[in-house]
C-alpha cells in the first residue's frame, strides 16, 4: 500500500508490538501526530508536560515491563529536552527508541528555525542514532532501531525524520517483529575455569547488577548461592531480581549499602559478578577493593572487562546461560566458618539501625502497606538511598531509579511510564528538591488519572549534598538550603491530585493507607529534619573498612 511517510512511521510502530508512546507534538512532527489520532485505537499516546518528563516515562516503562519504551518529539528544543531522558537510559542500559522530527532535508545546515543537529548532539549517549534520508528507508530504519535498542546490552536508540520524508510517499510493506540478535553462550573453557574457581572458594559472593535483571537470573542466582553455600549482594541496579525474603541476599552494598553485604563483599574470597560495571559507587577505591578475593566478571558487554577492576576470568555470554551450565557441573560445598561470619555481620547492621528513625519508618511502612507488584520508582538523593535500603522487594522489576546518570526530576516520568507499562500502581519517593524539577509531570498523571501515590521527604534543603557538607566541608551550607514557600499539598491540590500532610510515623501511615487506597494521583508531604543523613556511607574513594555506620564515626 502507497502510504506517506508519517503513516508509516506509525504503521512500523504498530507492527512491532508498540502499544504506548509518550511525547510532546511541534511543528516538524505535527504529520506524525495527525497519523497518531487516525490511529488512537492501534495505538497509545501519552501526552507529558515536557518533552524531559516524555523521555522519563518512556524509560519507565521499559524497566518496568522489560519491553522497549518510545519517546516522540517535535525538532530543536523539543529534542534537546529528550537529552537529560536519553542520557539517564544511556547509562542505565534501558531500551529506548527516541523519535524526532526535523526541519526539511533542503533546510538542513541552513541555520532554520528549531533546527538542531540532534544526531550529533546524542551520538556520545545512544547506541546508534539514525538521520533518515528518504522515505524508502523509514520504516526499515525504525524496524533496525528497535532491534538494536533491545539486542544484546540494551540502550537508547534515536530517529531523526526530516519533514519532508513524514510527507513523501511510498510502498509499506509490512513486517514481522524483529528479532533481536542471539545472546552469546558460555564456553565450556570459561565454565570450566569458574568451576575450578568456585570449588577453591571457602567465602563466595554473588553480586548482580542491572545485567542480572536484563536477563532474568535472579532464580539461577539463588540456586548458585544455595550450592555454593554463598551469599548475593547487588549492586543499586541489581535491586528487585533476588527477593529480600531470601536469607542468602545481603542487599545492596557499596556507598550506601548495607554495612553485611558491602563487608561480606570485602571479606570474600571469591567474588561472581553478574552484570555490573563495578562502578566507583559501588567499590570505593578501586586499587584496594576486595583484594583478597578471586573475581569471575559476567557480561554481555566486554568494554566492562578490567574497565575498572582487574577480576581473573571474564566471561563474555549471558548471564542466565553461564549459571545455568556452571550449576549443572557443581557439588553441593558447605562453609560454614563463612555462614556464621555473614550471621555476625547481620547482627552488627542490626545494632546500628535507629528504630525512631522517620525516613526509614516510612519507607517501612510504605511497603509494608503496598503490594508485592506495586513499583518502586524513585528521584536521586537521600530519599532514593533510603528506599534501596529499606523497602522489601519480592517482585521482579519492581525497583525503578536513576543509577549511573543520578538524574534528579526522573522520578515523576518514570513513575508515570512505570505504572503504563506494568499495569500496577507506581509508588514514587522523591525530595523537595528533586520533586520540584519536573513537578509539572503531576498535571499529567492527573490528566490520565495514573494510578500513583507520591512520598515526598520534605527536609527543605538539597540532602544529599548537606550531607557532604556536614561530613566533609566543615558544615558550610552553600546553596543547600531552599528557603523556599512551596506548600506542596496545595500543589497536588491545585493539580487536581489528592494531598496529605505528616510530621511523624502515625501521621504518615494514616495518609499512606488512605493515599495508596486512592484511584488516581495522590501526594504525601512528610516532614523531616533537615540534619538526616544516609548511612552507611562510605567516603568517595575510601575503603570500606572505614564505612560510617553512626554519626558519631565521623
Avoid at 541489581?238 to 557499596?254: A, D, I, K, W, Y
Amino acid at each position: 500500500m502507497i502510504l506517506k511517510g508519517a503513516e508509516i512511521v506509525v504503521k512500523t510502530l504498530i507492527e512491532q508490538n508498540i502499544k504506548t508512546i509518550f511525547g510532546y507534538p511541534g511543528g516538524t512532527v505535527i504529520d506524525i501526530y495527525d497519523q497518531l489520532l487516525k490511529h488512537s485505537d492501534e495505538i497509545e499516546h501519552v501526552l507529558s508536560a515536557h518533552e524531559q518528563g516524555a523521555a522519563h516515562a518512556a524509560d519507565g516503562y521499559a524497566r518496568a515491563s522489560g519491553d522497549i519504551g518510545v519517546v516522540l518529539a517535535t525538532s530543536g528544543p523539543g529534542a534537546t529536552n529528550l537529552v537529560t531522558g536519553i542520557a539517564t537510559a544511556y547509562l542505565d542500559s534501558i531500551p529506548l527508541l527516541a523519535i524526532t522530527g526535523n526541519v526539511g532535508t533542503s533546510m538542513i545546515g541552513k541555520d532554520s528555525f528549531q533546527e538542531i543537529d540532534i544526531t550529533g548532539v546524542t551520538l556520545p549517549i545512544t547506541k546508534h542514532n539514525f538521520l533518515v534520508h528518504s522515505v524508502e528507508e523509514l520504516a526499515d530504519t525504525i524496524r533496525l532501531a528497535i532491534k538494536i535498542a533491545k539486542s544484546g546490552r540494551p540502550g537508547p536508540v534515536l530517529v531523526d525524520i526530516p519533514k519532508d520524508v513524514q510527507q513523501k510517499l511510498t510502498e509499506y510493506v509490512p513486517a514481522a517483529p524483529v528479532e533481536i540478535e542471539p545472546l552469546k553462550t558460555a564456553s565450556d573453557a570459561d565454565v570450566d575455569a569458574a568451576v575450578e574457581m568456585i570449588a577453591k572458594a571457602t567465602r563466595p559472593y554473588i553480586y548482580l547488577g542491572g545485567g542480572a535483571v536484563r536477563s532474568g537470573a535472579g532464580e539461577l542466582i539463588q540456586e548458585l548461592a544455595e550450592k555454593i553455600d554463598g551469599v548475593m549482594g547487588a549492586s543499586m541496579m541489581g535491586l528487585s531480581e533476588v527477593p529480600v525474603t531470601n536469607p542468602r541476599f545481603l542487599g545492596m552494598q557499596g556507598m550506601h549499602g548495607h554495612y553485611a553485604s558491602s563487608i561480606a563483599m570485602a571479606e570474600a574470597d571469591l567474588i561472581i559478578a553478574a552484570g555490573v560495571r563495578f562502578s566507583d559507587r559501588a567499590t570505593g577505591n578501586t586499587f584496594k577493593f576486595s583484594t583478597g578475593a578471586t573475581k569471575i566478571h559476567v557480561d554481555l558487554d566486554t568494554s566492562e572487562f578490567g574497565k575498572n577492576i582487574a577480576v581473573d576470568l571474564s566471561v563474555d555470554a549471558d548471564i542466565s546461560d553461564f549459571l545455568t551450565k556452571v550449576i549443572a557441573k557443581l557439588d553441593q560445598k558447605k562453609n560454614e566458618a563463612w555462614m556464621v561470619r555473614v550471621d555476625t555481620l547481620k547482627k552488627q547492621e542490626k545494632s546500628y539501625d535507629d528504630p525512631n528513625f522517620l525516613p526509614m519508618l516510612a519507607v517501612k511502612a510504605a511497603s509494608d502497606i503496598t503490594t508485592a507488584d506495586t513499583r518502586c520508582v524513585t528521584d536521586v538523593g537521600q530519599h532514593q538511598m533510603w528506599a534501596a535500603q529499606h523497602y522489601d522487594f519480592t517482585e521482579k522489576r519492581t525497583w525503578i531509579s536513576s543509577g549511573g546518570l543520578g538524574t534528579m526530576g526522573f522520578g515523576m516520568g518514570a513513575a508515570i511510564g512505570a505504572a503504563y507499562g506494568s499495569g500496577k500502581r507506581s509508588v514514587l519517593f522523591t525530595g523537595d528538591g528533586s520533586f520540584a524539577m519536573n513537578m509539572n509531570e503531576l498535571a499529567t498523571a492527573v490528566t490520565y488519572n495514573v494510578p500513583l501515590t507520591i512520598v515526598l521527604l520534605n527536609n527543605g534543603v538539597l540532602g544529599m549534598v548537606r550531607q557532604w557538607q556536614t561530613l566533609f566541608y566543615d558544615k558550610k551550607y552553600s546553596n543547600t538550603v531552599l528557603q523556599r514557600k512551596t506548600d506542596f499539598v496545595k500543589f497536588a491540590e491545585a493539580m487536581g491530585a489528592k494531598g496529605y500532610k505528616a510530621t511523624n510515623i502515625e501521621e504518615f501511615k494514616a495518609a499512606f493507607a488512605d493515599a495508596y487506597s486512592q484511584e488516581g494521583p495522590t501526594l504525601i508531604d512528610l516532614t523531616i529534619d533537615k540534619d538526616e543523613m544516609v548511612l552507611p556511607m562510605v567516603p568517595a574513594g575510601g575503603t570500606f573498612d572505614k564505612i560510617i555506620v553512626e554519626r558519631s564515626d565521623k
